[in-house]
């Protein structure tokens, strides 16, 4: 079945550091990848996606690579701010009928120390 | 701000009550989605719905019951919940792949509905 790996939190960092967030999946076929964030008492955004192998989704200072073949979709941010402090959710989509289902990973809580 | 819209925000109820958690959005999305959420948990999937049609049911008790009246609107009956259904409930929506080819769009959520199961 499908399923995602997420890098183990929580992750703290200091203001303007390096940020790198694991995600590993395990699907078949051609799934869509997705990064969301969810800040405190929100639903979830969506932060930023790649839908075929190579793609790289970026938005507001983050980035990730779709990379089919290590299969993997790691969160990147150069320089950190306290308001990016969340918890952070890699997802896969896949087709149920005529509809997507997602399948999360566990989340990642990142905390951001100015 | 969010384009999908849930209401009541918070929600405390007593066992033996009913109430609905109500959800509209306006982006023409024919898929509609509850998920219940855990604190520091992902949100699991609930129900589907596809074309106003159920299409599917996570093995939810039948204790919440979903309803779709159309396209934009998208409702969760409660009855004779448990102190374990206290969660955030969130619904979101996203374009359907109604024609077979891979949909890119992804799932837009609500800023949920904290429910209390006293």
């Known amino acids: 079945g499908n399923s995602v790996t997420q890098m183990e939190g929580p992750v703290t960092l200091s203001e303007e550091a390096f940020l790198t967030i694991n995600c590993t999946y395990t699907?078949?076929?051609?799934?869509?990848l997705f990064w969301y964030v969810q800040y405190p008492g929100e639903g979830l955004q969506l932060l930023l996606k790649?839908?075929?192998?190579?793609d790289k989704g970026s938005n507001k200072g983050f980035e990730a690579t779709y990379r089919k073949e290590t299969t993997s979709f790691h969160l990147e941010k150069g320089s950190v701010q306290v308001s990016d402090s969340a918890v952070y959710f890699c997802?896969?989509?896949?087709?149920?009928?005529?509809?997507?289902?997602?399948?999360f990973g566990s989340g990642t809580q990142l905390t951001v120390l100015p | 701000d969010t384009e999908v819209t849930q209401t009541p925000k918070h929600l405390v109820m007593g066992m033996t009550n009913k109430k609905s958690l109500k959800c509209e959005q306006h982006?023409?999305?024919?898929?509609m989605y509850w998920y219940k959420q855990k604190a520091k948990k992902p949100p699991e999937l609930m129900f589907v719905?596809?074309?106003?049609?159920?299409?599917i049911n996570e093995s939810v008790p039948s204790r919440f019951s979903p309803e779709c009246p159309n396209s934009s609107l998208l409702n969760l009956h409660l009855h004779a919940l448990q102190p374990e259904d206290s969660a955030l409930y969130l619904c979101?929506?996203?374009?359907?792949?109604?024609?077979?080819?891979?949909?890119?769009?992804?799932?837009?959520f609500g800023d949920g509905t904290r429910l209390s199961i006293l």
């Open positions: 979101a929506s996203s374009d359907v792949d109604g024609t077979g080819v891979r949909s890119n769009q992804p799932q837009h």
């Open positions: 699907a078949t076929g051609y799934p869509s």
């Open positions: 790649a839908t075929k192998a190579d």
């Open positions: 997802a896969l989509s896949r087709s149920s009928g005529s509809a997507r289902q997602l399948t």
């Open positions: 982006m023409g999305h024919r898929a």
């Open positions: 719905y596809s074309y106003e049609k159920l299409s």
